[in-house]
């Protein structure tokens, strides 16, 4: 079983940052190819960034490109979503996520959901 663990959410001011953190456990995740999904309260779960097993190649959503970034280091088999400024709409509980293949525009690609975590933008 893939089993994915999320941190580093919490309460942000508009403008700031945060860093959100998935770490697998009972796996290695340079094997997979990594996404972070969200989901804000009443929408669904809409994909947001994603990295290749070798982390050379990411891909974002409109939404997030340019603000947030995606790394992963395999050595300590986990995965990191930088956020930086930040919008009350990015306010969602965000999800890390073993893809099947290259593809966040659905959630047909994800094969293991981590738990969560929430991020909360606001003054």
């Known amino acids: 079983q893939l089993q994915l663990v999320e941190s580093g959410g919490g309460l942000v001011q508009p403008g700031g940052s945060l860093r959100l953190s998935c770490a697998a456990s009972?796996?290695?995740?340079?094997?997979?190819?990594i996404g972070w999904f969200r989901q804000a309260p009443g929408k669904e779960r809409e994909g947001v960034s994603c990295?290749?097993?070798?982390?050379?190649?990411?891909a974002y959503a409109a939404s997030v490109k340019g603000r947030f970034t995606i790394s992963r280091d395999n050595a300590k088999n986990t995965v990191s979503l930088q956020m930086n400024s930040l919008k009350p709409e990015d306010t969602a509980v965000y999800y890390c996520?073993?893809?099947?293949?290259?593809?966040?525009?659905?959630?047909?690609?994800?094969?293991?959901w981590g738990q969560g975590t929430q991020v909360t933008v606001s003054s």
């Open positions: 996520t073993v893809l099947k293949w290259w593809h966040i525009v659905t959630t047909n690609s994800v094969i293991s």
């Open positions: 009972g796996f290695t995740l340079d094997n997979y190819i």
């Open positions: 990295i290749s097993s070798s982390g050379d190649t990411t």
